[in-house]
């Protein structure tokens, strides 16, 4: 598989983990030699229970925060002549992480205002990003005059204007409410669809991970590591119907039992 | 919280509630109310003052206080005029230093090892206790209040700054630093921003502290034999037993501090009212 994926440019991963270790300076192990391959075009949901290490490994792909031990490689994307890779990411956090002083617009525009981007050369790219998250009218509101999940499209809007090859999201929508949870999952699904993103999605939700993904690592904890990885070869676009299918039930129990498992080999561990 | 966010489309915009309703209202009773008070303690005052045939150098009537302003003016407005002039210098060198020091001070670990204590000694030491010092050192009397005022003002203005540089959320942090945004980006778009809301309660206190600093040290140098603020003025009149002008000087510094009061706040809703939940009005 390794062999004929590095023949053919366009198969190789995206970002490869390798034996990633990451201590803090506290001694917790958050990561113990992870080692993860993130495929192109894929949605790979990260599950596991709270404290497990998913928003650190998370993080180490952003380049945010460096790993105490092991590598991190980007096979596919060009290096700049200081070997660094010109890596194009995405990120939403848990919470949306809007600047309350400035307005929707400004906001959106951060990634490009960073780039030396003027705001009249990005109207129509940022006008593009709020109408795909179908927030137009609200280009001039500040984020206190939005809800919840309005927020959240903002925060999204933000990440998809640098047209990023790899969009990582770390438990974006866990303070929703279900019904905004279901409508922006669907958002992300058809935004992927259509953008061709590769996702890594960090969950603890059995059934968004199966909802949304096409693979789904189970970590463990204590140290946190790959536990299991389960497969969903449902093929998208995916709609309501899925959710109440006999698939994705089974595909749900199954998850939920790795989950199960998982957290049964971090409590023996820690006994 | 158990009510479903709703994803509003955008249509929904125009729904939106117009401008909250009665502010005329509101704002009239602000006005109203305060006056009304104002009008009966001067009712009251002057009744008591005429009942009791109280002796104008215990206690000047109102009306005797506001002919004294008047027929004074001559005297009492050149001596306001240099207490404002000082309050206000020193209040803007403070507002300058204090901020330029903060951003210095988030710059680099070692300058705010270096600097922060002294900042906080100058602080601490109260600023009667230095006057007498500077007023030796500094040679020119109107320079040395407006030093002390300066010392006095600075500190608040330099510690909430500081302490709004520092508090950006974390995250922001994580967002600017992954999109490769440099140093000056980061203090510009990010920290200066961020840190709006502790300027401004820092140039509330500042600015109050500016002239309660600028009539200490001129009492400090009156006992010296020189000045001509308005607080010389009122130690004059006290030692000439010149009541009702004295009452005159202190209206000046009241009507004096409610203005400065009264233009921070100002300044500090125009910067904030678009986002800063101290700023809002919230409707519900
Ligand atoms: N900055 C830090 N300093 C010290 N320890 C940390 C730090 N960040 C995370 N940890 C520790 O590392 C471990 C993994 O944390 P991480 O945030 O990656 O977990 P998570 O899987 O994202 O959990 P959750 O689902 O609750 O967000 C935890 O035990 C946590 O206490
Ligand atoms: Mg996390």
């Known amino acids: 598989m390794s062999s004929t994926a590095s023949a053919d440019p366009s198969r190789r991963p995206v970002v490869r983990l390798e034996g990633v270790t990451k201590s803090f300076a506290n001694g917790t192990l958050a990561l113990d030699r992870l080692t993860l391959e993130v495929r192109p075009g894929e949605f790979l949901s990260l599950l596991g229970p709270s404290g497990c290490g998913k928003s650190t490994a998370l993080r180490i792909i952003a380049g945010l925060g460096q790993p105490t031990a092991g590598r991190v490689d980007w096979p596919a994307t060009p290096h700049d002549a200081g070997g660094a890779p010109e890596r194009s990411i995405g990120f939403v956090f848990q919470e949306p992480t809007l600047m309350p002083w400035a307005t929707v617009f400004n906001n959106v525009w951060l990634p490009l205002r960073l780039k030396g981007r003027s705001k009249a050369s990005v109207r129509d790219a940022v006008m593009e990003a709020l109408e795909r998250v179908g927030l137009t009218a609200f280009a001039d509101a500040y984020p206190r005059e939005l809800s919840g999940g309005m927020k959240m499209r903002v925060s999204l809007a933000r990440a998809l204007v640098t047209r990023p090859k790899l969009l990582l999201m770390d438990e974006p929508f866990a303070a929703l409410d279900e019904i905004t949870r279901f409508k922006l999952n669907n958002d992300i699904l058809q935004l992927q669809a259509e953008l061709g993103w590769t996702v890594v999605f960090v969950t603890h939700s059995v059934f968004e991970s199966v909802y949304l993904s096409s693979r789904i690592v189970v970590m463990a904890a204590r140290p946190g590591r790959v536990f299991e990885e389960i497969e969903v070869p449902v093929p998208r676009p995916r709609d309501e119907a899925f959710r109440t299918s006999p698939d994705y039930v089974a595909l749900c129990r199954q998850a939920s039992d790795a989950l199960t498992r998982a957290m049964q080999a971090a409590g023996r561990e820690v006994a | ?284």
């Open chain 2, 1 to 284: 919280m158990a009510l479903p966010e709703t994803v509003a489309p955008a249509s929904d915009r125009a729904a939106r509630a117009p401008a909250e309703p009665g502010p005329w209202r509101d704002r009239l009773l602000r006005v109203l109310v305060p006056l009304a008070i104002l009008v009966l303690v001067v009712l009251v005052w002057d009744w008591y003052v005429r009942a009791y045939a109280i002796r104008p150098f215990i206690l000047p009537g109102p009306f005797l206080v506001a002919e004294t302003l008047v027929k004074d003016w001559g005297t009492l407005s050149g001596a306001l005029f240099v207490t404002i002039r000082i309050t206000f210098t020193a209040l803007f060198l403070a507002l300058v230093g204090g901020t330029l020091l903060a951003i210095l001070l988030v710059q680099s670990k070692i300058v705010e090892l270096a600097l922060f204590p002294y900042a906080v000694v100058l602080q601490v030491t109260p600023i009667v206790a230095i006057a007498p010092l500077i007023l030796i050192y500094v040679p020119d009397t109107q320079a040395a209040v407006l030093l002390c005022a300066f010392i006095v003002t600075f500190f608040p203005i330099l510690s909430n700054t500081t302490q709004g540089l520092k508090s950006v959320d974390h995250n922001l942090l994580n967002l600017f630093e992954l999109y490769g945004a440099s140093r000056w980006q980061t203090l510009l778009l990010l920290k200066i921003p961020a840190a709006q809301p502790y300027f401004f309660a820092g140039l509330k206190i500042g600015g109050g502290l500016a002239l309660i600093a600028a009539v200490v040290a001129e009492f400090a140098a009156g006992s010296a034999g020189a000045g001509s603020g308005l607080a010389f003025r009122i130690l004059e009149s006290q030692y000439r037993l010149n009541i009702p002008r004295l009452f005159a000087g202190l209206i000046l510094l009241s009507a004096t501090g409610v203005v400065i009061f009264w233009m921070t706040s100002l300044a500090s809703h125009l910067a904030l009212r678009r986002w800063h939940e101290s700023a809002l009005t919230r409707e519900t």
